[in-house]
């Protein structure tokens, strides 16, 4: 009885040491044509992005945190430059991985047969210890659209199995998103 | 003395290469599809069809050389109806060119202000090795390839990366006696 008492206090204390999991929830963005997957509360915000190529950009980024890890979905529109799509969108690859020390660069391919979006998927580690980024980039319908997830150094397993979990679970065929799933707002740009 | 001199020149003679001449390489441009490239051997223009999932059936114009047993192509695909699904059209192509095939390289290219993928791959069957790049240009993807064919064996020749880095899309950046490609046989 009492070894049953000392265990169940040491599985109280792992229990609280350990930051609990948030539950990860479905959201969706008609208007933007995508849905994701993703841990903590999700917040909405706009800012900015350059690229040579691009040029200044707004763009729309929605962001959780949750057990250090950041997770992040940015949305730029390019609806005017949709032929200039695949170099933006290699711009973009190369700006994330630049002077940082590339660990996986690799096809990312969403959605089967004809309906397929092609993009890649690259895990970096951040300069100065910084924690390490899996990022997830695709250019479709005029937007290019990147989820990154960074384990920061306060988590410290940088084999977490999240970030691919979020990067994967985009999905640009909104059929397959699950019911349920929470409606994002799309914030006006100017 | 004069003896000497012919022992010398014959030993000369009898040391220089018996294989088949390496030919010099020439610029050669194409105003219309805006890009120049340098390559050696004889060229021969075909015509060709790419398939793929997205991009559906599409025509296409390729410039080929032979050289030493490489192959050199430049391959255009003209899928300007589609424009607009860019990305997708250049990430598929690249796709199905390494798709099944052992990669040894897989980077960023970047020439002119274009952003493309240049691959390194060996063929099935000991067919050789390819190097390729490819660019999405003006509604047009874009390839490069150099395959080093067995009866060459050379796996390590920089000829493959001279000529898929050769590519520019700046025409004024091609070889002031740069060749106008001609256009594709009707």
């Known amino acids: 009885m009492r070894r049953w008492v000392s265990a169940a206090a040491g599985t109280a204390l792992v229990l609280a040491v350990t930051p609990a999991q948030a539950g990860w929830k479905s959201y969706i963005n008609r208007e933007l044509g995508f849905s994701f997957m993703a841990p903590g509360e999700i917040k909405t915000d706009v800012g900015t992005f350059r690229g040579a190529v691009a040029g200044p950009r707004e763009t729309i980024v929605y962001r959780s945190v949750d057990n250090n890890i950041e997770y992040k979905v940015t949305v730029m529109s390019f609806l005017q430059a949709q032929a200039e799509g695949a170099t933006i969108l290699g711009e973009r690859e190369y700006m994330f991985q630049e002077k940082k020390k590339v660990l996986m660069d690799a096809f990312g391919r969403v959605e089967p047969g004809k309906d397929a979006v092609y993009g890649r998927k690259i895990v970096v580690d951040l300069p100065d210890h910084k924690g390490r980024t899996t990022g997830a980039f695709y250019f479709t319908k005029g937007r290019l659209i990147s989820l990154e997830a960074t384990v920061l150094p306060a988590n410290g397993d940088f084999g977490s199995p999240d970030p691919a979990l979020f990067v994967d679970s985009i999905a640009f065929t909104l059929s397959r998103t699950e019911p349920g799933a929470v409606e994002l707002e799309t914030p006006k740009l100017e | ?186």
């Open chain 2, 1 to 186: 003395m004069r003896l000497t001199a012919l022992a010398v020149l014959l030993g000369v003679a009898l040391a220089a290469p018996t294989g088949p001449a390496m030919a010099a390489w020439r610029g050669y441009i194409s105003h219309p599809l805006g890009f120049a490239f340098a390559a050696p051997g004889e060229l021969k223009v075909e015509k060709g069809t790419y398939q793929g999932t997205v991009a559906g059936q599409h025509d296409t114009l390729i410039y080929r050389f032979i050289d030493d047993n490489i192959e050199y192509k430049a391959v255009v695909i003209d899928v300007g109806d589609k424009a607009n699904d860019a990305a997708n059209l250049l990430g598929e192509a690249e796709y199905l060119f390494q798709e099944k095939k052992k990669v040894l390289m897989d980077t960023f290219g970047r020439v002119d202000r274009q952003y493309g993928r240049k691959f390194t791959i060996e063929l099935p069957n000991n067919g050789g090795r390819t190097t390729a790049a490819f660019y999405f240009v003006n509604g047009r993807i874009v390839s490069l390839q150099a395959t080093v064919l067995p009866a060459n064996g050379d796996y390590e020749t920089p000829e493959m990366g001279r000529f898929v880095d050769s590519i520019t899309f700046f025409t004024v950046r091609a070889a002031d006696d740069a060749i106008e490609l001609p256009a594709p046989p009707k």
